[in-house]
């Protein structure tokens, strides 16, 4: 196997495996992110917490808004799966990557301005992450 091709999966089973995590966490509340008693299984908001107390900066009140909606809340979920699972299952991997990147947008979008560094942050990162995946990955 080329080195190319070995890095290639190790980041698409790298970053599958973040958004299968953050599905399997927000779900069942593991105790790492998230607290069992506000697993999603438990009626808790898997978008709350974040929406509510990380969003800051010139979009805060649109995400704001956004918090603990049941849509939202299956969308964000159901995005979080689909990620992680197609890049796990190498799968349209383009698809996923794409929907990731999305994800991983309005999350930057949403603590605009990045509080360590106002240009770049792991969310970006991860889009480029990403964007290398998609392109040079054996599925579409």
Known sequence: MHYNKAVTSALRYSMGLIFLWAFIDKTFGLGFATKS???????GSP???????????????????????P???????LGLLFVGGTLLANKFVRWGALAGSAMLALMYLALLLPENNPLIDDHIIYIL?????????DRS
């Open 37 to 43: 008693a506000s697993a999603w299984i438990a009626g």
């Open 71 to 77: 849509l939202v809340d299956w969308a964000f979920m």
């Open 47 to 69: 978008t709350y917490g974040f929406l509510t107390f990380a969003a800051k900066g010139p979009l805060a009140g649109f995400f704001q808004g956004l918090a603990g909606v």
């Open 129 to 137: 992450v990403l964007a290398h995946v998609a392109l040079h990955s």
